[in-house]
T-cell receptor, first 117, second 113 residues
Framework: NAGVMQNPRHLVRRRGQEARLRCSPV?????VYWYRQLPEEGLKFMVY????????ESGMPKERFSAEFPKEGPSILRIQQVVRGDSAAYFC???????????????FGNGTRLTVT | GDSVTQMEGPVTLSEEAFLTINCTYT??????LFWYVQYPGEGLQLLLK?????DKGSNKGFEATYRKETTSFHLEKGSVQVSDSAVYFC????????????FGQGTTLQVKP
């Protein structure tokens, strides 16, 4: 069984460009979470999605950031007009069901390391 | 607001030494508590968890006990190995929540042969 797959592993963008980060959850998992890890800091929650729905986006910056999890295909985290402060590791996690139901272990991918030059 | 505080690293130990990584939390209600481990270049892996007061989580020789009276969830291992070198994150989550974890800043452990 493949785990959570994220690509690319490393992404370099110039200021003002767009960054697209992809996440394929564990097969059969319908819940996806995105977290951001800034240098020397812990992970910060960004957004929680189910298939075709955003459930909680309380950790997403109000501008330039968006996320989707379509019926078919991977979840995408999109950052428009990137700035240097967006440089970070972005981690995706998935779970088979809503957490709190007893099947609530989050499976993390290896992350995408975004560098904005 | 809710938060998790871990002892600062790096923690450097010799092989077979005893490990303690302190973790305290601030939260209303009764969160679940977790320890995650991150090996170099990888994502986080769940190490252990505890869902209520006085629960002890354990895995791979690591243990942590949910102490409501001291709001702590310290990670311990009796004899560390070089392969335990990694970054360890303490985290909390409310039961019934959306899976939003609040992480500490992480503690780097370096074990020398």
């Amino acid at each position: 069984n493949a785990g959570v797959m994220q690509n690319p592993r490393h992404l370099v963008r110039r200021r003002g460009q767009e960054a697209r980060l992809r996440c394929s959850p564990v097969k059969g998992h319908s819940h996806v979470y995105w977290y951001r890890q800034l240098p020397e800091e812990g992970l910060k929650f960004m957004v929680y999605l189910q298939k075709e729905n955003i459930i909680d986006e309380s950790g997403m910056p109000k501008e330039r950031f968006s996320a989707e999890f379509p019926k078919e295909g991977p979840s995408i985290l999109r950052i428009q007009q990137v700035v240097r402060g967006d440089s970070a590791a972005y981690f995706c996690a998935s779970s088979p069901s809503r957490v709190g139901t007893g099947k609530d272990v989050l499976h993390f991918g290896n992350g995408t390391r975004l560098t904005v030059t | 607001g809710d938060s998790v505080t871990q002892m600062e690293g790096p923690v450097t130990l010799s092989e077979e030494a005893f490990l303690t990584i302190n973790c305290t939390y601030t939260a209303t209600g009764y969160p679940s508590l977790f320890w995650y481990v991150q090996y170099p270049g990888e994502g986080l892996q769940l190490l252990l968890k505890a869902t209520k007061a006085d629960d002890k989580g354990s895995n791979k020789g690591f243990e942590a006990t949910y102490r409501k009276e001291t709001t702590s969830f310290h990670l311990e291992k009796g004899s560390v190995q070089v392969s335990d070198s990694a970054v360890y994150f303490c985290a909390l989550r409310y039961s019934g929540n959306t899976g939003k974890l609040i992480f500490g800043q992480g503690t780097t452990l370096q074990v020398k042969p």
